[in-house]
């Protein structure tokens, strides 16, 4: 059974960094496109960034919302992911998904295109 199970959200000032995990079993997230996005109450999920899955070159990818504050990485040997996030603002606030895909690397900010989902964590950054 694949899961991606996510956590390290919580309530943060504006200015502050969190970092998000996010472990997948049932599946290698090396050899996965793993994104991330976002939803705020009454929007539509957003894309925020991705890695590339490491047969595709394993590069990173990121809205201009969060680039050069966002940062996405990858430990191989615990099987998890990690959404950095620096700068945190009040418009960040959202609850925060990892997805895992085999799409093209051309389609990685489609939601649609991904495959699996994880629970979702709540991040919220008071100003």
């Known amino acids: 059974q694949v899961q991606l199970v996510e956590s390290g959200g919580g309530l943060v000032q504006a200015g502050d960094s969190l970092r998000l995990s996010c472990a997948g079993s049932?599946?290698?997230?090396?050899?996965?496109?793993m994104g991330w996005f976002r939803q705020a109450p009454g929007k539509e999920r957003e894309f925020i960034g991705v890695?590339?899955?490491?047969?595709?070159?394993?590069?990173?990818a990121y809205a201009d919302s969060v680039k050069g504050r966002f940062t996405i990485s990858r430990d191989n040997g615990k099987n998890t992911v990690y959404l950095q996030m620096n700068s945190l603002k009040s418009e960040d606030t959202a609850v925060y998904y990892c997805a895992a895909g085999s799409q093209v690397v051309s389609a990685v900010t489609l939601e649609r295109m991904y495959r699996y989902w994880g629970q979702g964590t709540q991040v919220t950054v008071s100003s």
């Open positions: 049932g599946l290698a997230v090396r050899t996965y496109n």
């Open positions: 890695i590339r899955r490491s047969g595709s070159g394993g590069t990173t």
